[in-house]
């Protein structure tokens, strides 16, 4: 009885685990991706804006 | 006589051509000086953990030289860098500068600061293994960590009160403020 | 318990709508439609206390705004010192969870500091700042920042590291350091708009 709680248990520590690992992947890509492009077209903006001005 | 020569070589950077182009480039002045405000998450973010942490107030279980020693090598790159876009800052600005009450009350208090750091790092290094493993830190440091807390909250605010033309030398000062600021009798740049 | 509902996934089921939420969010005329509502919000924000004193004492504004840089200087200092700690690059010889747990309480002081002083700043300057796209680009930075710190970051770290995939812990540190700095540099480029 008490090994099937401990194995209950693990499993439930397994699943808990994965879902915290995965929800991390999910948010952290996100931000990754999205600081790469945010930052890429704020860096392109100026570039075209000193192009602008200087030639 | 000192405030003349200092406002002479202010006058004399003000005239080079790399102070105007600076000065009045948008992008290149904004991302110096957001460098340097930025870096401050680098440079004091890093001295305010080991201040903290003399107190006992952050990472108390983490040994006291710990921090001090693998935070040092960060905290001074961000100095560093502090320090240079600093230098850009004043080049590019350099008679309201130097003729700044803040800015001058900030440079005093950055070498007071210097001095403070030597002392603390003397004293933790002769004693540190006494209590290396304590919340918090004999008074003689907690008293050096404090000073350090307190001299670089000024610092940051005088750096802030640098933008406002309250003390300007064009604005007609009272004798005091012309002395503090350095103003020089019939100057035409400011 | 929502996440027990939503089953074993119910935490990553949340982070992919709130995400998706967001991007519809942003994207779409929802946010056009929020920020018309919200101007009666911020008008009413520079006629609070904070909004007269930021706006009539100069000085004060000015003493408020570099406590506001000072406790952005702890949390940066906070968030660096674990992420470099996750990362490896220092504190080794402690472990990750004491660097992280310990540092967290001291960002949780410095992030406290930062709202307060923050909303003190916005209602000095609120109508100004209300037009600015840049103030909202870092309150979405914000909020986003705060729901990852609090709901995937500390909870993943309270975990045995031994235990967590490390490709998972890097993604992690280094999105949380990204986050952070747009935060900041958003919020210096506030100062520069308008």
């Given at each position: 009885m008490s090994e099937e709680i401990e194995q209950s248990d693990s499993g439930q520590d397994g699943d808990r685990l994965k879902d915290q690992q995965t929800a991390a992947v999910i948010a952290a890509s996100s931000f990754i991706i999205f600081s790469v492009v945010y930052w890429f077209f704020q860096i392109q903006s100026v570039r075209e804006l000193l192009e602008l001005a200087y030639g | 006589m000192l405030n003349e020569w200092v406002y002479n070589i202010a006058v004399w950077l003000d005239d080079t051509r790399w102070s105007t182009m600076l000065h009045e480039s948008y992008y290149m002045y904004n991302w110096v000086e957001s460098t340097h405000v930025l870096t401050l998450m680098l440079s004091l973010g890093m001295l305010f953990l080991i201040d903290l942490r003399m107190l006992g107030w952050?990472?108390?279980?983490?040994p006291a030289s710990k921090m001090a020693s693998r935070l040092n090598t960060p905290m001074l790159i961000g100095f560093t860098v502090m320090f240079i876009t600093g230098i850009l800052l004043f080049y590019a600005v350099p008679v309201r500068s130097a003729q700044s009450v803040w800015f001058r009350i900030k440079m005093v208090l950055l070498v007071a600061c210097a001095i403070n750091a030597y002392l603390f790092h003397k004293r933790m290094n002769e004693s540190v293994a006494s209590w290396d493993n304590e919340p918090r830190a004999p008074q003689r440091i907690r008293q050096g960590a404090i000073l350090s807390l307190v001299f670089w909250c000024i610092i940051v605010i005088c750096g802030r009160f640098?933008?406002?033309?309250?003390?300007?030398?064009?604005?007609?000062?009272t004798a005091f403020i012309e002395f503090m600021a350095g103003c020089v009798d019939g100057q035409e740049r400011f | 318990m929502p996440i027990s509902l939503l089953g074993p996934y119910g935490r990553s089921i949340i982070t992919a709508a709130v995400i998706a939420a967001m991007l519809a969010f942003t994207l779409s005329y929802a946010n056009e439609y929020a920020h018309g509502s919200l101007l009666g919000f911020f008008e009413w924000m520079e006629t609070t206390w904070f909004g007269i004193i930021g706006k009539t004492w100069g000085g004060v504004f000015a003493i408020i705004q570099a406590f506001h840089l000072l406790s952005m200087a702890v949390l940066g200092g906070t968030i660096l010192v674990s992420e470099f700690r996750v990362l490896g690059i220092?504190?080794?010889?402690?472990s990750p969870q004491t660097v992280v747990q310990r540092a967290h309480s001291t960002f949780v002081w410095a992030l406290v500091v930062v709202l307060f002083t923050g909303v003190f700043m916005a209602c000095g300057v609120a109508t100004k700042v209300y037009y600015l796209p840049v103030f909202w680009y870092k309150m979405l930075a914000l909020g986003a920042g705060m729901l990852f710190h609090f709901y995937i970051r500390m909870p993943l770290y309270?975990?045995?590291?031994?235990?967590?995939n490390p490709r998972v812990l890097q993604m992690t540190a280094i999105a949380s350091l990204l986050v952070w700095f747009l935060v900041a540099a958003t919020g210096r480029w506030i100062g520069f708009s308008g």
């Open positions: - | 952050a990472l108390p279980d983490v640098i933008a406002y033309d309250w003390y300007d030398c064009n604005y007609g000062q | 220092f504190l080794n010889e402690i309270s975990n045995d590291f031994s235990q967590l």
